[in-house]
């Protein structure tokens, strides 16, 4: 009965390890997603801001078409100034030249003015455009990285849970039943005891079950937790 006490203590660091695979195993895809939230907030701001730079753009183009027909229309009217015969006519031109000029000043004013915001708006995008571009490789990578790194680790988990349960059968089966019963609830399904304490539920056994214990005879459960309790010599 000694053994069965000694392969049921050596399920506990084969237990672990495979719990720990299994967090492994469900931190690698959350870790791709995580990834994936990152790039499509960046994209989004990128996009975002490329978008009000594109517009502005727009906008200064309007204005500098509407300066360049206005110019025309100037040259035009200047060039009628010297035909022109009567006087009332010509102040209505002389008007209008000056009502053009006054326009195409204003223009120029607001062009200047979004001038010097599209250009920062441009410093913005492309740095957030760098940024988008970081964060898409880098998923890339993890997407390629994490194909080969699950088949690696689903391998070993297999593995490792054969291995464990050749451990198992080498229990009697009311106890490996006991094991995989207390292992759908609790992990692990096993508990060291240490100075008639059980280790992982803390209360402390009643004195005539920790001298069972001691004498390695049998396997016991935990009274409180239920765990198959096992004592290190
Ligand atoms: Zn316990």
Known sequence: MKDH?????????????IQNLKD??????????????EFQAADELFSKKKAEWEKTEGEIRKLRGEIETENDHLKQKEARL??????KEYQAVVKEIATGKTMVKERETAV???QSGTDSL???????????NELQAALEQEQNA????????????KSMEATLNERLSALPEDIRHKYIRVQAKRQPPTAKVLSGTCQECFISL???LYIEIRKTQEIHSCPNCHRLLYIEE
């Open 146 to 157: 994490i194909r080969g790194r699950l088949e690696e680790l689903s391998g070993k988990l």
């Open 122 to 132: 441009k410093a913005e995008w492309t740095s957030l455009q760098d940024k988008r």
């Open 112 to 114: 200047a003015s979004l």
């Open 24 to 37: 492994d195993l469900e931190e690698i895809p959350a870790k791709v997603r995580r990834l994936e939230a």
């Open 206 to 208: 009643p004195p005539q």
């Open 5 to 17: 006490m000694q392969r049921l203590a050596q399920t506990v660091q084969i237990g672990q390890d």
């Open 82 to 87: 010297n035909a022109i015969k009567t006087t």
